[in-house]
């Protein structure tokens, strides 16, 4: 299997290659920018791969491969003897395609978005629009970020992404640096969402779901039955919680926890403009 490579509606790329998908946009010297992407892209699941038993164990040994280093980065900050870097792989992705772009091409503005993981570049005067939305649609409203922001990356995890949880919350959407920083934060959140031994909720083996799951033998969350308001509440307490800590080592810029119909923000705007359908970028 080789890269593949498709001009979307608006301007944009679609990149694909095994388990990754990018959609990309770019103002500026766009052709040469997407040729630099392209190129980037196609080598890049064959050097993941290269590592990827080590990348697949708690965080420890220093990986070589640039991205894998970046996964590392990333992760370091929230190892605890079960976390690897894969917790921030489709970031650290997102962030290598764009340093490529950015390098080869004159740009204003680009982004590339992994599967909703998200690296940003901006010059002066640039700025980028990320609606903050549940699963079900539901907005919060719109952050606008600016070139001057120290926000680089934006990352959502939880019950309705890609990979397993050990927490229950429906979605949470971290603002950070840099896109893995952004990825390992958001997937911390979506475990720190959570209401441990409560009979509505179901846990399995991860590596008895999938049997290459980086987690092993960790809990990972199955089913979410009913729950109270109350219970809700306590769960977004206990996110909203770790994502102030987060926050407070300069980990994250904000984050936005959603589950079932209630939700709670740490550090975005207190006023936020109201949609109807939060847009993916503007």
């Known amino acids: 299997m080789t890269a593949q490579a498709a001009l979307l509606p608006g301007g944009r790329l679609h990149l694909s290659h095994g388990p990754i998908d990018l959609v990309i946009g770019a103002d500026g010297a766009r052709d040469l920018a997407f040729r630099a992407g ?15 038993p080590l990348l697949r164990r708690p965080v420890g040994t220093k990986p070589k491969g640039k991205i894998a280093r970046a996964m590392y980065r990333a992760a370091l900050p929230h190892a605890d003897g079960l976390t ?19 390098d080869a ?14 690296a940003l570049h901006l010059t002066e005067g640039a700025r980028f629009v990320v609606g903050i939305a549940g699963l079900d649609g539901r907005s919060l409203g719109t952050v606008t970020i600016r070139s001057n922001d120290p926000i680089r990356g934006i990352a959502t995890s939880g019950q ?33 969402v959570d209401l441990p031994a409560h009979p509505a909720i179901r846990r399995s083996p991860a590596n008895l779901l999938h049997d290459d799951s980086d987690l092993g033998a960790a809990p990972v969350v199955t089913h979410v039955g009913p729950l109270s308001p109350a219970d809700v509440n306590h769960a977004l307490n206990a996110g909203a919680t770790a994502a102030q800590g987060l926050r407070d080592r300069g980990l994250i810029s904000g984050a936005a926890l959603f589950l079932r119909d209630q939700h709670t923000v740490i550090g975005l705007p207190e006023t936020l403009k109201p949609l109807t359908k939060a847009p993916e970028y503007a």
């Open 105 to 118: 091409a004159d740009l204003t503005r680009a982004y590339v978005n992994n599967g909703g993981d998200i």
């Open 38 to 52: 392209f190129d980037r892209f196609g080598t890049i699941l064959s050097e993941l791969t290269a590592e990827l």
């Open 160 to 192: 309705g992404g890609r990979s397993q949880s050990l927490g229950i919350a429906d979605s949470v959407t971290v603002l950070a640096r840099s896109a893995a920083m952004a990825d390992a934060a958001a997937t911390r959140l979506g475990n720190a």
């Open 84 to 102: 690897t870097p894969m917790i921030c792989v489709a970031g650290a992705v997102a962030a290598e395609v764009l340093s490529a772009m950015v």
